[in-house]
């Protein structure tokens, strides 16, 4: 085996680590939606009236906090079935008024509607899997402390949080490589979010190294660690980046309109976009008459409550990863 | 062809853009002359009056606005007609309406420009003209016998002027308008004015007291709670008004002038913020504020809000436009109409100002790209161009689209008709085929509001050609010279210019809503000048006699 000096050199240099890492790893995973879990293992504060009263107090911000986020979008569910005309006088809260399913079907049968959608699903996927491919092998390594160069690799990517080339360089280059107008435009600029690269590094460093150097006393080599271990291990980790990615590409629009000339190959998020900000930029007094374009308000909200829904869905079935994965680690220790 | 400067160049379009642009420069030609080999396809005897049609089929690549209206579709009968006609067909960069500018912005200095630019406004090509990627068009127009024609018929040299860069050449070809073409005015509530027995007000005292006497009839309404507050607050409504009053607010005071303001009588730029018209205006303002004619929140409120006051019957008036007042009626309870009021005229009398851009503003304009340049089709092309936008045969099929198919009679006789079932902007609203969206016609892309007058009455419905009836009896103020800047003046006016702005537009509403005593107009101007108002002014003035002397 290749790959067997290698994986027994540095097990010393692991052996060392598990302890520091465990503490600072949880800290660097940003919030802290556990609470529950903590104090079920101790206890702190001890519950008293005062915990009790902050109980309280807390569930009340935090309804107030629900009922901000679900107003607006319930509202415009409520105004996707509304008349135009309750919308306009703006009669319309949390129930539709005027039951109007035209709509609907007004906007379902547009074909450009269809097979912008279709772009959405395709290049979310698309760019999802690839960002996943590419940030999990990028991650893995990046974990691995006997890595020569690490903390330059690690450099470069944090380096492009701060700094990027604009949109006339991108666009230039997207252009050279001759990448527009393919689903490439849109997946590989992404592949790679520098936060979800570092939340899956420290996730690769918090496993047991002794799981990985048994599977190279046995015989495997780093690939086969990487894909017969290490994956199947790291479900909650991949379920997590797999929604962030997956959220972030089917609600982006910005690489589709940039890097896309021809209309039917635009995601569905560009659609909505046109429809909903024409409205607003009308009122600069530039364009003209000649160009106005009065989209109807229940035209807007059901456009929005097709492209939300979806999306939205997908969330409680990577619920149960999602909490187990930001948050794992923190009981080790 | 003009070669920028290393410094104009980084200047202008900053870093990153410049480099790129480069790339765009390295295709710019020395000579300003179509040059040999650019006549394939073209006329050689193509003039006013001629149906271009190309020698063989052509193809040019053309940036292609799609409007959620009416979204592009390439097999739009407009595309065949004009294949028949032309033998021309287009290869789009299908652009959404909503980012069209930034896109536009990344083609042209990303060197991916369309050969065919079009939907670009007045002032949108400075931004271009120092990277070298857009053709200076002044030089090809002896290619274009019908732009030349219009301009010369209906006395545009002077409008055109305007859009002259530093060096003396314009880089848009804009659309054109036989007379100043006024849009936006007042509309107020017909029903109530009949109710209360108002007579319809001509000017803006006459306003002021048709909205006295709806508060008096209504005492918690506000009769006037207006919207189109962006980019500007107030921007249609002080717009209208500081033309009337001879000065700029509103949309009027904004980029690229910011406020820069041909003083006619001094034959100078002054600066709009600090005129004594201003404060004319801003007082006449205050006052109806404080009969409780306007609404607070007029100036600042999103356009969806005021809608609702008019339509819930809170309030009685708002700004509005030809197509504004159509989808408004829409929206209105039925029983209740709303009407557009003549434009009110203000202390200048029945007088249009015309804006930095007169009448090459209202509808975009089309820019080249330099790359067309080497193309065997240039002169085709320019000839295409020339006959789609502004011969009138093609004004009207683009507008209209085909007699017999889309509409009857004509507009030379005042027969014009859409078809029955042919529906546009308020034509025909039960018509089941939409002009725009089955067709293709009256497409922002190739058809502007622009061309002859009787061409532009042909489209609106009664009540608006009535209105346009109306403004043809105003008279037209005097034109702002061409006072183009250079990339180093463009630079420290905007700088100092964005600022003033927002010190004027802030004071402006403060004023306006007497949270400011208009006791202190003259601190208020002193301020304004220590922020370097008088050096911002001066700088329009100077590029305007460099201009002068050198261009004559």
Known sequence: MVSEPAVTESAPARDARPADRSKAAPRGHGGDPAPGRRRGARPWPPPG?????????????????????????????????????????????????????????HVLSDPLFWSNYRNTVFYTVTATAVAMAVTTCYAYVLSKPHLRGRKALVGIAVFTMFFNGGIIPNYVLVSFLHLRDTVWAIALPNAINVFNLLVMKSFFENMPPELEEAAAVDGMDTYRILWRIVLPLSKAVIATMTLFYAVMFWNSWF?????????????????????????????????????????????????????????????????RYFVSGVTLGAVKG | MHQPSRRRF???????????????????????????????????????????????????????????????????????YLKQMTNVSF?????????????????????????????????????????????????????????????????????LDQRRQSNGKYYLLPSLLQSVWQDYSLAARADILDKLSIPTPGTWTGVQSMMLAMKHAYPHNYPLSDRFNQPTPGGAFLNILSAAYGTAAGWGYQAPSNGAYWDASSSAFVFAGTMPQYKAMVTFVNEMYNQGLIDPESFTQADAIALQKLTSGKSFVISDNAQGVVTDQAALPSGQTIVKLPLPAGPLGKTLAQNA?????????????????????????????DWLYYSDAGQLFAKWGV???????????GTFKLEPDVTWAGLNPAGTKKLNATYGFSNGVFSTYTGSTQLLDSQFPAAELAFQKGMASWALSPLAPPAPLTTTQQQSATLTGTTLMSTVQSQTLQFILGKRPLSQWDQYVSEVNSQGASRFVSTYNQAYSTYKQQHG
């Open chain 2, 10 to 80: 980084l200047a202008g379009t900053g870093a990153g853009a410049a480099a790129l642009a480069l790339a765009a420069c390295s295709n710019a030609p020395t000579s300003s002359s179509a040059p040999a080999g650019s006549q394939s396809g073209g006329m050689k005897n193509f003039g006013v009056g001629t149906q271009f049609k190309a020698a063989a089929p052509l193809t040019f690549t053309i940036a292609m606005l799609s409007n959620p209206a009416y979204p592009y579709n390439a097999n739009w009968p407009f595309f065949k």
């Open chain 2, 357 to 385: 851009s007169g009448r090459i503003s209202s509808g975009g304009g089309v820019m080249i790209s330099s790359k067309a340049l080497s193309s065997p089709n240039f002169t085709a092309m320019l000839q295409f161009i």
């Open chain 1, 255 to 319: 690489a589709a309109f940039l890097y896309m000339d021809n209309q039917g190959l635009f995601s569905v998020t560009v659609y909505l976009r046109n429809i909903v900000d024409s409205v607003t930029s009308v009122s600069n007094g530039q364009l003209a008459a000649g160009t106005q374009v009065q989209i109807a308000a229940n035209i807007q909200a059901v456009t929005v409550v097709l492209v939300a829904v979806p999306i939205l869905f997908i969330y409680p079935f990577i619920q």
């Open chain 1, 49 to 105: 009236r005062g915990y009790r009263a902050f109980r309280v107090i807390n569930a009340i911000i935090l309804a107030l906090v629900a009922v901000a986020v679900l107003f607006p979008f319930l509202n415009v569910l409520a105004q996707s079935f509304s008349s135009e005309r309750y919308i306009n006088a703006g009669q319309v809260s949390l129930w539709p008024r005027g039951l109007n399913v035209t709509t609907y079907e």
């Open chain 2, 403 to 413: 007699q017999g198919v889309t509409y009857t009679g004509s507009v030379a006789d």
């Open chain 2, 91 to 159: 290869n789009p960069t299908v652009i959404p309406f909503a980012d069209y500018n930034t896109k536009i912005a990344a083609l042209v200095n990303g060197g991916q420009a369309p050969m065919i630019i079009p939907k670009v406004y007045p002032g949108e090509e400075d931004q271009y003209v120092a990277g070298g990627a857009i053709l200076p068009v002044s030089d090809y127009v002896h290619l274009m016998p019908n732009f030349q024609d219009k301009v010369a018929k209906w006395n545009l040299a002077g409008d």
